[in-house]
């Protein structure tokens, strides 16, 4: 099956300062991929929608300076939190669909702790 | 405008139970509706989908019921086991290839034993 690999499940790191997370599609070419933060207990929420070789498609609300989010290749998007704070802790999700009457896959997931 | 309605919240179920929850949407666009199931920590696992051309879909003990007029679709968990405590997602989304899941809220059950 589909497998999404992402890394690293967790980090720490100091205010100020920027996060870069991966996420890989194993086994297929991914022309999509999709960037989700969750706070303990609650949903999901779509960030951007990240497509390969263009610039990501941000939600209302999320700022794409501090987000950075790049699709070089059709196997691999990064998620950078630029100049993190507190309040950017949060677990960050990627998924990805191999095509548009698969599912959907999801990554395991990054716990991002600023202190 | 929340687009994917889910409840309960919370559900409690006695080990051996059926456990349901249920999701309501609005867009009728929607044409993909899953199902999954997240643990402490994890990103969320793919349970059971099914497309509004069916009414029901089986998969072991999880089965999804769609009521395309109604816009409602539910999970059932038959014969309910501990290691079925966890968070469980609805979600939609659109046909086409690049758009994204909408989650609803979550439910997250407790199996007791």
């Known amino acids: 099956g589909a497998v999404v690999s992402q890394h690293p499940s967790w980090v720490i790191c100091k205010s100020g300062t920027s996060v870069k997370i991966e996420c890989r599609s194993l086994d297929f070419q991914a022309t999509t991929m999709f960037w989700y933060r969750q706070f303990p207990k609650q949903s999901l929420m779509l960030m951007a929608t990240s497509n390969e070789g263009s610039k990501a498609t941000y939600e209302q609300g999320v700022e794409k300076d501090k987000f950075l989010i790049n699709h070089a290749s059709l196997t691999l998007s990064t998620l950078t939190v630029t100049s993190a704070h507190p309040e950017d802790s949060s677990f960050y999700i990627c998924?990805?669909?191999?095509?548009?009457?698969?599912?959907?896959?999801f990554g395991s997931g990054t716990r991002l702790t600023v202190v | 405008q929340q687009q994917v309605k889910q409840s309960p919240q919370s559900l409690i179920v006695q080990k051996g139970g059926i456990s349901i929850i249920n999701c309501a949407y609005e867009n009728t666009a929607f044409d993909y509706f899953p199902w999954y199931q997240q643990f402490p920590g994890k990103g969320p696992a793919l349970l059971i989908a099914?497309?509004?051309?069916?009414s029901e879909k089986k998969e072991g003990r999880f089965t999804i019921s769609f009521n395309k007029s109604a816009k409602q679709f539910s999970l059932h968990i038959m014969d309910s086991q501990p290691g079925d405590s966890a968070t469980y997602f609805c979600?939609?989304?659109?046909?086409?290839?690049?758009?994204?899941?909408?989650f609803g809220k979550g439910t997250t059950l407790s199996v007791s034993s």
């Open positions: 998924s990805a669909r191999s095509g548009p009457s698969s599912g959907y896959t």
């Open positions: 979600a939609a989304s659109k046909g086409q290839a690049g758009t994204a899941l909408i």
């Open positions: 099914i497309r509004p051309d069916v």
